[in-house]
């Protein structure tokens, strides 16, 4: 999509595809994940993709951290309940996960998810975000309130749809 420029996007890469573009640029505009989360110990939210030879395809807090040099200044967690984990860190507003690459990349913002999304829902907000973030210039929290419009129009049967978005940041 045209709107991806100046992007990292992550979908259906192997951990160590992941880390070649993790040292390779060192400032996008945006950096997205669609991708899965799982529930482990300490590091309740993982990212899996495909394994490979070199790495088992689990990318936890901890290797995200050594292993970018990256910066972005706006992160989209868009996977399924990116923003929360599972019930190990009751009170906790985020998970470790999304609290680890929210800091390692410096972001001026986040925007995740609560629960569980699916691709067409997620694909449908993200255009529509950085559409009015690129193309109509509007600051990220008014592009957010707009996309979030647009998916209240397209699913306004299903509020579970367009209410799992957070916006989190400047």
Not at 137 to 163: M, T
């Amino acid at each position: 999509e045209k709107y991806y420029q100046n992007s990292l996007i992550f979908k259906e890469s192997t951990e160590t595809e992941i880390y070649k573009q993790l040292n390779k640029k060192t400032n996008v505009k945006y950096m997205q994940f669609l991708t899965h989360n799982i529930g482990k110990g300490k590091n309740n939210s993982i990212l899996l993709y495909g394994k490979d030879n070199k790495n088992d395809g689990e990318l936890s807090a901890v290797e995200f951290i050594q292993n970018s040099k990256i910066s972005s200044d706006t992160l989209l967690l868009t996977n399924c309940d990116s923003i929360g984990g599972n019930n190990d860190y009751l009170g906790e507003a985020f998970s470790p996960l999304s609290q680890s690459i929210f800091s390692a990349l410096k972001a001026k913002r986040m925007i995740a998810t609560r629960w569980a999304v699916q691709d067409k829902e997620v694909h449908d907000f993200t255009i529509a975000y950085l559409k009015y973030r690129e193309k109509d210039g509007l600051s990220s929290i008014k592009a957010f309130h707009k996309a979030i419009e647009r998916l209240k129009k397209l699913y306004s049967d299903k509020p579970i749809v367009w209410a799992s978005f957070m916006h989190i940041g400047v």
